[in-house]
C-alpha cells in the first residue's frame, strides 16, 4: 500500500494495517498517556509512513476513539464473561461478577481504560464508540434492574441504586489502579477477589 507516495515498510496486506495501527496506538497510549500520544508515534510503532494513520483514521482524535471503541468492546466481553460464569438465575451474583469483571478489565487494561473513562481526547459522538460505550452502560442498567425488579432510570431510587453501583465499582477500579488500597492489595489475588466481591455485594444492600 502507498499512501502520499510513500510505501509502507513492511508491506502489510489490506486489511493488516488498521490493526496493526491499533495496537502500536494502545502502546503508544500505554507509555505516553493521551496527553503525549502522536500519530507519528503510532506509524513509527508500526513500522509505516508518517502518513498512514491519518488515511485510516484522520487525526489523533479519530485513531484514540477507535481505540476507545476497541476498549469498550473488550470490556463488554470481559464482564459478560464474568457474568455468564455465574449461577444464571442469581441476579445478585450476576451483577456482581459483572463488577468484578469491570475491575479486573481496568486493571488489566489501565492506559485503555483512563481513555474509556477519564480522557476527553476521544470523541464520544463517533459512531462506533458511542454503541460500544452505550452498549456497555445498558449492561449495568439490566444487571441492576434485574436485581431491583424494575428498570432502574425509570425511578428516583433506580437511578439513586444504579449510581451507587457504578459508583462503588469504578472507585475500587481507580483506587486499585492507583496503589491506593495497599490493605487489600498486599494479599493473595484470590483473598482480594473475594473481599472486592463483598464489597460491590454491599452496596447492593
Given amino acids: 500500500m502507498k499512501t502520499n507516495g510513500e510505501p509502507e515498510r513492511q508491506g502489510y496486506h489490506h486489511g493488516d494495517l488498521r490493526r496493526a495501527l491499533l495496537e502500536a496506538a494502545e502502546v503508544e497510549l500505554a507509555e505516553k498517556g493521551p496527553e503525549g500520544f502522536t500519530l507519528r508515534g503510532c506509524a513509527k510503532r508500526a513500522g509505516v509512513s508518517h502518513a498512514a494513520p491519518a488515511h485510516h483514521f484522520g487525526d489523533v482524535a479519530g485513531l484514540l476513539s477507535a481505540l476507545a471503541a476497541e476498549g469498550f468492546e473488550r470490556f463488554l466481553k470481559t464482564t459478560s464473561a464474568r457474568m455468564n460464569a455465574a449461577d444464571p438465575g442469581d441476579a445478585r451474583a450476576r451483577l456482581v461478577a459483572m463488577g468484578l469483571g469491570y475491575i479486573e478489565f481496568a486493571r488489566a487494561n489501565p492506559a485503555l481504560f ?16 458511542q454503541r460500544a460505550a452505550t452498549a456497555s452502560f445498558e449492561q449495568l442498567v439490566a444487571g441492576v434492574g434485574a436485581v431491583a425488579g424494575v428498570a432502574p ?24 489502579l492507583s496503589q491506593r488500597m495497599k490493605f487489600l492489595q498486599d494479599q493473595s489475588s484470590e483473598e482480594l477477589e473475594e473481599d472486592l ?5 454491599r452496596v447492593l444492600g
Fill in 197 to 201: 466481591a463483598a464489597i460491590v455485594s
Fill in 114 to 129: 483512563s481513555l474509556m473513562f477519564s480522557s476527553r481526547k476521544a470523541d464520544f459522538q463517533e459512531d462506533r464508540l
Fill in 153 to 176: 432510570l425509570t425511578t428516583r431510587e433506580g437511578r439513586r441504586q444504579l449510581a451507587a453501583t457504578w459508583a462503588i465499582v469504578h472507585g475500587l477500579a481507580h483506587l486499585l
